[in-house]
């Protein structure tokens, strides 16, 4: 199970940068970067496949392309902040974590507008005049 070996990885990546940390900080840390980014390419391929599910679903169901794909772009981004923030946690800088986390909300509304309109139109539209 893949679930498994990336635990594992995890496990044995956290353990090695807590004996590392002791005596080279930046060793660990970059330990833990570079699993975090191992992980990441170890689960594009299955993103990959999730994204391709989603737009033949939509197809299916008539949904127009554009929407489908600015809520995969909202997804995407809402997973990079969160792990930018979570490294910038690791490395001790909190209050960039905060701001990479800020930053990730502010696009996110700002790719959220067209959907929020189409939304707001059809609700007007619905109403009786």
Do not use: C
């Not at 900080?25 to 994204?51: C, D, E, M, Q, Y």
């Not at 930018?84 to 990479?100: L, T, V």
């Amino acid at each position: 199970m893949e679930i498994i070996q990336i635990v594992g990885l995890g496990l044995i990546a956290t353990f090695l940068a807590l004996v590392v940390k002791e005596h080279k900080p930046v060793f660990a840390f970059l330990l833990t970067v570079f699993t975090g980014i191992l992980i990441f390419i170890f689960l594009a391929g299955k993103i990959s496949t999730i994204i391709t599910m989603l737009e033949e679903l939509a197809e299916n169901a008539s949904i127009n392309m554009v929407y489908v794909q600015t809520i995969l772009k909202i997804i995407g981004i809402a997973y990079i902040a969160e792990f930018g923030a979570q490294i910038a946690k690791d490395a001790g800088q909190g209050a960039m974590a905060s701001k990479i986390e800020l930053a990730g909300k502010v696009l996110i509304m700002i790719m959220a507008i067209p959907i929020i309109s189409v939304i707001i139109e059809t609700v007007i539209g619905l109403l009786p005049a």
